[in-house]
Every structure is written in C-alpha cells, then in structure tokens.
DNA sequence: AAAAAATGCAACTCAATGGTTGCTCGTTAC
DNA sequence: GTAACGAGCAACCATTGAGTTGCATTTTTT
C-alpha cells in the first residue's frame, strides 16, 4: 500500500469539474453578460436583454447556463427577476489555469535540467 | 474626436476572442489532455489516446479543436504526429478572469463607497 | 517486398445547444 | 378593474459537437 507517489500526476485531480465553468464562459454572448452584471451589479432580465440583439428567452437560457455552473445567482424581487454576478466559481477557473501553468513551467525546468546534465 | 472616457466601460473589450479558448477548455476529455500534455511534454495520438476510454479518432478531434484555439501544436516528425502544449492563449485567459475579478471588485469598492457616503 | 504501426479522411449517428415563436401567469400602475 | 410590464413555460428548428466505424495512406521494420 501507498505506493509512495510524491509526484503530483497529471491526472488533474485539480482540474475535476471545472470543465463546465469553462463550458459556460466558452461563449461570447454569455461572456458579455458576465461582464455587465460584474460591472453593473445586479440587473434584469430586461434590461439584460436591451443592448442585444438576441430575444428575451435567449438571454434567459444564457442566465441559467451561469447559474448551472454557479457564476451567477438569482434573486426575485417584485415582478421582476434580479441576476448578479457570483465571483467563486471564477476564482476555482482561474486558479486551475494557474495550476496548469505552474506544472508547465515545473515540466520545462525538469526538462532544461535533464539537457543540461 | 478622442470620446474621454475614463471609466472602462463593461463591453469586454478585452474579453473579446476569448471565448474559443475557454470553449475549448470546457471539455473534460480536452481539460485532461491539456494537463497530460503539459506534464508530459510533446506526445504522439497513440500514446494520448491509451489510457482513455474513447477512440483514436476522438482524441484526434479534441486535439484539432484545441489546436484551433491556440492550446496546443503538432510537429510531424516520422510516421507519427507529436502534440505539444502552448502556454500563450491560456496565459490571456488566465488575464481574462484576472480582469473580470477585478473589475467586479471595482464594482464592489464603489458600491460601498455610495452606501457610506 | 510485405507486414505492422501511426495516422488521415469521410460518412454517419445521436444528443446537446443556441435561437426562435406563441401563450400563460403574476405584479405593478393607472 | 384593467392595461401594461416582466417573466415563465413549452414546443419547435437548425446547427454544432462528441463519438463511432470503415477504409486509405504513409513510414517503419523485418
């Protein structure tokens, strides 16, 4: 047992479900729409959809991909449904491409060490 | 001429033409080949596709889609084609987010700063 | 030269996605 | 109370995407 393994695998363990955050930023509509509610705090369905050129329903559907994979939340008030942006799930994407680039770099210095001997 | 607009306004300028790339990202099977890629060095199809539970020719989509998003290069070298991590549009993703959470503090600071006023 | 290895190409299936339209439902506003 | 506004629901369509199978092509290897 415990086979010892000090090296941390490739096997991005790390990486396991952020594959759908990605998904989720992974289109230029839904892109913009984070980008405003960053910015402008919580909005709209409304007022969310002036300014595009796509229907209400389109943005809703756009809304609740982000919600899916926990990049907004919703809050109903009144009549009208408020969205705002939700910065954790962003944080978790951003730190796996970190770590990404960190076993990169590890990978090219192993290998400069290995010409080098 | 020359509009003066200090505030950067939320149109994601910066963000656009990122979308591909976390489009591409947003994919286990991909997510894990990036991460084999980048621990492992230049790799052949043959060997990313064993250890998976999917075909040959499934692995070589996935690379061609990655390759389109500026992920990853081929060299072909003998019989075989090998794939090599690119660190350049991960490294402007990770920019991306990094502008997104700052923007949303931004926000934030201002939102406070209207409250205690 | 022939077998084997590594890959390329093309057609096909099936499910998911982005988008639409039409209608209904709850909540303000007049 | 009745319009008007904001949103929800459902069906539908077209396109993309992930995956497969089958066969052809190129480079080794023997």
Request: charged residues 30%; contains cysteine; aromatic residues 4%.
């Given at each position: ?23 989720a930023?992974?289109?230029?509509t839904r ?5 405003v509610l ?6 709209s ?5 002036s ?7 389109a943005?809703t559907?756009h ?12 809050v ?19 730190r ?19 010409v080098e001997?």
């Open positions: 047992m415990s086979p010892r393994r000090k090296s941390l695998r490739p096997d991005s363990r790390a990486l396991r479900g952020t594959a759908p955050v990605f998904a930023l992974g289109d230029e892109l913009r729409l984070i980008a960053c910015a402008g705090g919580a909005m369905i409304a007022q969310l959809t300014g595009t050129d796509i229907t209400r329903q943005v559907k809304l609740h991909v982000l919600a899916d994979a926990g990049l907004v939340h919703d109903k008030v009144g009549r009208e449904r408020l969205w705002e942006f939700e910065p954790t799930q962003l944080e978790e994407a951003r796996s491409l970190e770590l990404i680039t960190q076993q990169w770099d590890h990978a090219l210095m192993k290998l400069k060490l290995a001997r």
